[in-house]
């Protein structure tokens, strides 16, 4: 059932159909299968074969977080961190990402040590930032976006926060712009080095 939504929603081997894709993850779902509930509650938050519902998105989260799934403790991480679906509870935020970065998951490494940088939902600690910020950067398997702003936190903890805050800036807009392909990729490079820029002007 599972593999068969998957094959919908991809569109592997027949056209893309996003509501049979719901209809058989759903089913797989009920049955308890994490992953369905986790690419289900992605459906769910996304807008994909049904309409956007962050409560059902979070519920199916939250579902398969229970068992322990990865994905959807960083997406459930993130649903407590945004107020998706719930409300905003940093803590809740903060337990998940160390869930979730306990068992090995390099994003999941990185958000968790912004909540040691930034004070979410702890204290902040420059120490356990550091910690988790070395054992992202060592897995080397964190997103491309997500890779730069490791390089950001870095120089956040060495000291350089006004450039760290014009990059963290620049990094936020070329997001919100989309950054999939290796054009947006260009974007958020050419983004970094004007914030430089601009805070080298400053200085």
Not at 74 to 99: F, P, S
Not at 101 to 121: H, I, P, Q, S
């Amino acid at each position: 059932m599972y593999e068969l939504g998957m094959l919908y929603k991809q569109g592997i081997g027949t056209n893309p159909n996003s509501s049979k894709a719901v209809d058989w993850l759903e089913k797989a779902a009920k049955r308890e299968y994490t992953a369905a509930m986790y690419e289900l509650g992605c459906c769910y938050q996304r807008g994909e074969g049904v309409s956007v519902n962050n409560e059902k998105a979070y519920n199916w989260f939250d579902r398969a977080a229970e068992d322990g799934h990865v994905k959807s403790l960083l997406a459930l991480g993130h649903c407590h961190r945004d107020a998706i679906g719930t409300k905003q509870n940093e803590k809740k935020a903060l337990d998940c990402y160390e869930k979730a970065a306990k068992k090995g998951d390099a994003e999941a490494m990185y958000y968790l040590a912004t909540c040691y940088v930034d004070g979410r939902g702890t204290k902040p600690d420059p120490k356990d930032a550091l910690k988790w910020l070395e054992k992202a950067e060592k897995r080397g398997d964190v997103p491309k976006p997500i890779a730069d702003r490791l390089s950001v936190y870095w120089d956040w903890l060495e000291g350089e926060k006004e450039r760290s805050e014009a990059m963290l800036e620049a990094c936020d807009a070329a997001e919100k712009e989309g950054v999939e392909t290796e054009s947006d990729l260009g974007r958020m490079d050419e983004a970094k080095k004007k914030a430089e820029a601009v805070s080298s002007d400053g200085a």
